[in-house]
T-cell receptor
């Protein structure tokens, strides 16, 4: 079982360009999440989805958008990248959104915006 | 407001015991998680506490005091492979995880 996968592994992007980070899980989890991780800071939630067809904003949603057309996929789009979006991006999923539901993380995408 | 705090870095000796503390403040609480993250890798789940007390899982134990807004992760019989960052996170009233910055644990032979 693959679990949760992300693509690409890493990317260098010119400022102003758009990009979609892909995330796919095969665990039939209802909830999915996008985080960014920056040195010296905790993981920060960008967007989440409690179930297919619904999405919500996290702590740092500006400059990012998501969609959840089906259970498995949860792409994150940067419409016009800026250098402050340089970060490591983790996608995660959990069976449901509440209580004792551990989140499983993908391997991450390292994004550099120049 | 909400906040969570843990030490930035700790050093311990192989075979010893280490305790990593985490303090938090929140008006809504739905549990406390600990994750392990090796350098360059994804976080992986270690433990979950929602009631006060100690949860033991092999060499790792996690403790929670809700009244004090305090948790710790106890690692026994330390091995070199335990060198990693340990992330503390609480689940708030919206069922979202609020993460600490992580504690980098360095194990020395």
């Amino acid at each position: 079982t693959a679990g949760i996968t992300q693509a690409p592994t890493s990317q260098i992007l010119a400022a102003g360009r758009s990009m979609t980070l892909r995330c796919t899980q095969d665990m039939r989890h209802n909830a999915m999440y996008w985080y960014r991780q920056d040195l010296g800071l905790g993981l920060r939630l960008i967007h989440y989805s409690n179930t297919a067809g619904t999405t919500g904003k996290g702590e740092v949603p500006d400059g990012y958008s998501v969609s959840r057309a089906n259970t498995d996929d949860f792409p994150l789009t940067l419409a016009s990248a800026v250098p402050s979006q340089t970060s490591v991006y983790f996608c995660a999923s959990s069976l449901t959104s509440g209580g004792h539901n551990e989140q499983f993380f993908g391997p991450g995408t390292r994004l550099t915006v120049l | 407001g909400q906040n969570i705090d843990q030490p930035t870095e700790m050093t311990a000796t192989e075979g010893a015991i280490v305790q990593i503390n985490c303090t938090y403040q929140t008006s809504g609480f739905n549990g406390l998680f600990w994750y392990q993250q090796h350098a360059g890798e994804a976080p992986t789940f270690l433990s979950y506490n929602v009631l006060d007390g100690l949860e033991e899982k092999g060499r790792f134990s996690s403790f929670l005091s809700r009244s004090k807004g305090y948790s710790y992760l106890l690692l026994k019989e330390l091995q070199m492979k335990d060198s990693a960052s340990y992330l503390c996170a609480f689940m708030d009233s919206n069922y979202q995880l609020i993460w600490g910055a992580g504690t980098k644990l360095i194990i020395k032979p």
